[in-house]
């Protein structure tokens, strides 16, 4: 069994910068992926980011390209620093755990790769 905690998100104005924080415990050896995930109102889930644990392989969205880093600390906590922020990036942003090595051919981009989901975290960019 394993839980996520995310923190971080918050307000910010347009260029600024928020680091987002996705803490896994309990059975950690079954995780291949941690992705990052975002929701507008009214729009449907969108891929931000995603890291295999193995190969520390990053994949970005075209939108976040860039302007979004991820990083692993070694307590398996992953990091989505987000600079240069717009007021598109506004959402509410999920972090996900994968155990299926099969999403790699995609970058782990669709939200059915993912096993748990954390409790997600408002990002909010003013213009």
């Known amino acids: 069994q394993v839980q996520l905690v995310e923190s971080g998100g918050g307000w910010v104005q347009t260029g600024g910068s928020l680091r987002l924080s996705c803490q896994p415990s309990g059975r950690t050896s079954v995780v291949y992926t941690t992705g990052w995930f975002r929701q507008a109102p009214g729009k449907g889930r969108e891929f931000v980011a995603s890291?295999?644990?193995?190969?520390?392989?990053a994949h970005y969205a075209d939108s976040v390209q860039g302007r979004f880093a991820l990083s692993r600390d070694n307590d398996n906590t992953v990091w989505l620093q987000m600079n240069r922020l717009k007021p598109e990036d506004t959402a509410v942003y999920y972090c996900?755990?994968?155990?299926?090595?099969?999403?790699?051919?995609?970058?782990?981009?669709?939200?059915?790769?993912?096993?748990?989901w954390g409790q997600g975290t408002q990002v909010t960019v003013s213009s």
């Open positions: 996900a755990i994968g155990q299926d090595e099969d999403c790699a051919g995609h970058g782990c981009d669709r939200v059915h790769d993912y096993d748990l």
């Open positions: 890291l295999t644990w193995s190969n520390m392989n």
